[in-house]
Protein backbone atom coordinates (compact mmCIF):
# COMPACT_ATOMS: atom_id res chain seq x y z
CA UNK A 1 0.00 0.00 0.00
CA UNK A 2 1.37 3.06 -1.09
CA UNK A 3 1.58 5.98 2.22
CA UNK A 4 -0.39 8.66 -0.12
CA UNK A 5 -3.24 7.35 -2.30
CA UNK A 6 -4.48 9.86 -5.25
CA UNK A 7 -7.18 9.32 -8.12
CA UNK A 8 -5.09 9.15 -11.37
CA UNK A 9 -8.04 10.90 -13.07
CA UNK A 10 -8.05 11.84 -16.30
CA UNK A 11 -10.89 14.31 -15.05
CA UNK A 12 -12.76 16.36 -17.27
CA UNK A 13 -15.28 19.22 -16.32
CA UNK A 14 -16.85 22.31 -18.18
CA UNK A 15 -15.34 25.69 -17.15
CA UNK A 16 -16.89 26.98 -14.66
CA UNK A 17 -17.24 24.37 -12.62
CA UNK A 18 -16.44 23.36 -8.91
CA UNK A 19 -13.37 20.97 -8.87
CA UNK A 20 -12.61 18.11 -6.19
CA UNK A 21 -9.57 16.75 -5.54
CA UNK A 22 -8.56 14.65 -2.77
CA UNK A 23 -5.39 12.14 -1.32
CA UNK A 24 -5.99 9.97 1.25
CA UNK A 25 -2.79 8.95 3.57
CA UNK A 26 -1.82 6.20 5.64
CA UNK A 27 1.46 7.82 8.07
CA UNK A 28 -0.22 9.91 10.50
CA UNK A 29 2.27 11.52 11.41
CA UNK A 30 2.72 13.93 8.25
CA UNK A 31 2.08 17.34 9.56
CA UNK A 32 2.81 19.39 6.69
CA UNK A 33 0.35 19.22 3.67
CA UNK A 34 1.02 21.19 -0.44
CA UNK A 35 -0.76 20.94 -3.25
CA UNK A 36 1.15 21.24 -6.50
CA UNK A 37 0.22 21.96 -9.98
CA UNK A 38 2.18 20.47 -13.01
CA UNK A 39 1.87 21.71 -16.57
CA UNK A 40 3.20 19.19 -19.02
CA UNK A 41 6.41 19.34 -19.65
CA UNK A 42 6.98 21.48 -16.48
CA UNK A 43 8.16 21.23 -13.44
CA UNK A 44 5.38 21.30 -10.17
CA UNK A 45 4.83 24.93 -8.85
CA UNK A 46 3.26 25.08 -5.17
CA UNK A 47 -0.49 26.17 -5.01
CA UNK A 48 -1.45 25.50 -1.46
CA UNK A 49 0.24 24.73 1.91
CA UNK A 50 -1.03 23.69 5.28
CA UNK A 51 -0.02 22.79 8.35
CA UNK A 52 -3.25 21.91 10.49
CA UNK A 53 -7.07 20.57 9.86
CA UNK A 54 -9.43 22.93 8.83
CA UNK A 55 -9.72 24.40 5.29
CA UNK A 56 -7.21 27.72 3.70
CA UNK A 57 -8.55 29.71 1.18
CA UNK A 58 -6.29 31.70 -1.51
CA UNK A 59 -8.03 33.45 -4.46
CA UNK A 60 -10.20 30.60 -6.43
CA UNK A 61 -8.30 27.55 -4.40
CA UNK A 62 -9.13 25.75 -1.34
CA UNK A 63 -6.92 23.40 0.65
CA UNK A 64 -8.88 21.39 3.12
CA UNK A 65 -7.13 18.76 5.62
CA UNK A 66 -9.11 16.29 7.86
CA UNK A 67 -5.91 14.45 9.87
CA UNK A 68 -8.76 12.37 11.71
CA UNK A 69 -9.42 11.00 8.49
CA UNK A 70 -6.10 11.27 6.82
CA UNK A 71 -7.92 12.97 3.93
CA UNK A 72 -6.64 16.34 2.29
CA UNK A 73 -8.83 18.10 -0.56
CA UNK A 74 -8.06 20.81 -2.46
CA UNK A 75 -11.26 23.02 -4.58
CA UNK A 76 -11.02 24.83 -7.50
CA UNK A 77 -14.10 27.02 -8.13
CA UNK A 78 -15.03 29.29 -11.26
CA UNK A 79 -12.48 26.64 -12.96
CA UNK A 80 -10.51 27.42 -16.48
CA UNK A 81 -9.21 25.94 -19.17
CA UNK A 82 -5.75 27.75 -17.79
CA UNK A 83 -6.46 25.32 -15.03
CA UNK A 84 -6.19 22.17 -16.90
CA UNK A 85 -2.72 20.36 -15.54
CA UNK A 86 -1.86 17.44 -13.03
CA UNK A 87 -2.16 18.17 -9.65
CA UNK A 88 -0.39 16.77 -7.17
CA UNK A 89 -0.41 16.23 -3.49
CA UNK A 90 2.29 16.12 -1.15
CA UNK A 91 3.44 16.19 2.65
CA UNK A 92 5.93 15.73 5.07
CA UNK A 93 6.71 14.72 8.47
CA UNK A 94 7.40 17.53 10.56
CA UNK A 95 11.32 16.86 11.28
CA UNK A 96 11.71 15.06 7.70
CA UNK A 97 13.00 16.98 4.68
CA UNK A 98 11.79 15.09 1.75
CA UNK A 99 8.41 15.23 0.33
CA UNK A 100 6.28 12.41 -0.22
CA UNK A 101 3.89 12.70 -3.02
CA UNK A 102 0.71 11.25 -4.52
CA UNK A 103 0.53 10.56 -7.93
CA UNK A 104 -1.14 13.45 -9.65
CA UNK A 105 -4.73 13.85 -10.91
CA UNK A 106 -4.51 14.77 -14.47
CA UNK A 107 -7.24 17.70 -14.79
CA UNK A 108 -9.19 19.23 -18.20
CA UNK A 109 -11.43 21.85 -17.85
CA UNK A 110 -13.40 22.19 -21.23
CA UNK A 111 -14.00 26.11 -23.00
CA UNK B 1 14.42 36.83 -11.19
CA UNK B 2 15.65 33.23 -12.31
CA UNK B 3 13.99 29.92 -11.39
CA UNK B 4 16.03 26.60 -10.89
CA UNK B 5 17.56 25.69 -13.88
CA UNK B 6 18.61 22.34 -14.98
CA UNK B 7 20.69 21.20 -17.49
CA UNK B 8 20.24 19.23 -20.22
CA UNK B 9 16.63 19.42 -21.03
CA UNK B 10 16.45 16.32 -22.80
CA UNK B 11 19.32 13.52 -22.72
CA UNK B 12 19.20 10.01 -24.23
CA UNK B 13 21.73 7.79 -23.11
CA UNK B 14 22.42 3.55 -23.73
CA UNK B 15 22.20 1.12 -20.97
CA UNK B 16 25.12 0.55 -19.13
CA UNK B 17 26.24 4.40 -19.66
CA UNK B 18 26.77 7.04 -17.09
CA UNK B 19 24.76 10.20 -16.77
CA UNK B 20 25.52 13.61 -15.26
CA UNK B 21 22.88 15.97 -14.41
CA UNK B 22 22.83 19.77 -13.05
CA UNK B 23 21.00 22.21 -11.41
CA UNK B 24 21.59 25.42 -10.38
CA UNK B 25 19.24 26.64 -7.40
CA UNK B 26 17.26 29.85 -6.62
CA UNK B 27 19.76 32.72 -6.08
CA UNK B 28 19.94 32.86 -1.94
CA UNK B 29 18.76 29.01 -1.44
CA UNK B 30 21.37 26.27 0.15
CA UNK B 31 19.02 23.74 0.45
CA UNK B 32 19.11 21.42 -3.52
CA UNK B 33 16.62 18.12 -3.69
CA UNK B 34 16.66 16.09 -6.21
CA UNK B 35 13.40 13.86 -7.24
CA UNK B 36 12.71 11.22 -9.89
CA UNK B 37 9.56 11.71 -11.76
CA UNK B 38 8.34 8.10 -13.88
CA UNK B 39 5.86 9.37 -16.40
CA UNK B 40 2.35 8.79 -14.62
CA UNK B 41 3.45 9.01 -11.17
CA UNK B 42 4.56 11.49 -8.62
CA UNK B 43 8.34 12.51 -7.66
CA UNK B 44 9.93 9.87 -5.74
CA UNK B 45 12.87 11.77 -3.46
CA UNK B 46 16.10 11.11 -4.43
CA UNK B 47 18.76 13.15 -2.58
CA UNK B 48 18.57 16.32 -0.42
CA UNK B 49 22.01 18.71 -0.04
CA UNK B 50 21.94 21.42 2.30
CA UNK B 51 25.17 23.79 2.84
CA UNK B 52 27.19 21.20 1.19
CA UNK B 53 26.11 18.01 3.11
CA UNK B 54 24.07 15.65 2.42
CA UNK B 55 20.67 15.67 4.69
CA UNK B 56 18.45 13.11 3.04
CA UNK B 57 18.88 10.33 0.91
CA UNK B 58 15.47 7.97 -0.34
CA UNK B 59 15.39 4.27 -1.21
CA UNK B 60 17.85 4.55 -4.12
CA UNK B 61 20.40 2.18 -5.33
CA UNK B 62 24.17 3.44 -4.71
CA UNK B 63 24.23 3.80 -8.42
CA UNK B 64 22.87 6.82 -7.50
CA UNK B 65 24.73 9.97 -6.25
CA UNK B 66 25.21 13.52 -5.85
CA UNK B 67 27.01 16.12 -4.91
CA UNK B 68 26.80 20.03 -3.96
CA UNK B 69 29.57 22.82 -5.09
CA UNK B 70 30.51 25.62 -3.08
CA UNK B 71 28.03 27.70 -5.01
CA UNK B 72 25.04 25.62 -4.08
CA UNK B 73 24.78 23.99 -7.72
CA UNK B 74 24.11 20.56 -7.74
CA UNK B 75 24.97 17.21 -9.60
CA UNK B 76 23.23 14.42 -9.77
CA UNK B 77 25.40 11.23 -11.33
CA UNK B 78 23.58 7.49 -12.32
CA UNK B 79 25.88 4.94 -13.18
CA UNK B 80 25.32 1.60 -14.59
CA UNK B 81 22.24 3.28 -16.21
CA UNK B 82 18.83 0.64 -16.28
CA UNK B 83 15.97 1.19 -18.69
CA UNK B 84 13.68 2.04 -15.93
CA UNK B 85 16.14 5.04 -15.10
CA UNK B 86 14.14 6.74 -17.59
CA UNK B 87 12.24 9.56 -16.46
CA UNK B 88 12.17 13.31 -16.05
CA UNK B 89 14.80 14.02 -13.09
CA UNK B 90 13.91 17.13 -10.83
CA UNK B 91 15.73 19.44 -8.98
CA UNK B 92 14.37 21.82 -6.41
CA UNK B 93 15.89 24.01 -4.64
CA UNK B 94 14.57 26.07 -0.91
CA UNK B 95 16.01 28.43 1.64
CA UNK B 96 16.46 26.33 4.39
CA UNK B 97 17.06 23.14 4.80
CA UNK B 98 13.36 21.69 5.84
CA UNK B 99 10.00 21.95 3.36
CA UNK B 100 8.54 24.28 5.52
CA UNK B 101 5.70 26.81 5.08
CA UNK B 102 8.34 29.37 5.41
CA UNK B 103 10.97 27.33 2.94
CA UNK B 104 9.02 25.91 0.46
CA UNK B 105 10.31 23.67 -2.55
CA UNK B 106 10.52 25.26 -5.69
CA UNK B 107 11.39 23.12 -9.09
CA UNK B 108 13.24 23.18 -11.84
CA UNK B 109 11.54 21.91 -15.39
CA UNK B 110 13.56 19.00 -14.97
CA UNK B 111 16.00 16.63 -16.96
CA UNK B 112 14.18 14.28 -19.33
CA UNK B 113 16.20 11.13 -19.34
CA UNK B 114 15.88 7.98 -21.94
CA UNK B 115 17.82 5.19 -21.74
CA UNK B 116 17.64 2.82 -24.75
Known amino acids: QKEVEQDPGPLSVPEGAIVSLNCTYS??????FMWYRQYSRKGPELLMY????GNKEDGRFTAQVDKSSKYISLFIRDSQPSDSATYLCAMTLGSARQLTFGSGTQLTVLP | DAGVTQSPTHLIKTRGQHVTLRCSPISGHKSVSWYQQVLGQGPQFIFQYYEKEERGRGNFPDRFSARQFPNYSSELNVNALLLGDSALYLC???????????????FGNGTRLTVT
Open chain 1, 27 to 32: NSAFQY
Open chain 2, 92 to 106: ASSLGSTGTYNSPLH
Open chain 1, 50 to 53: TYSS
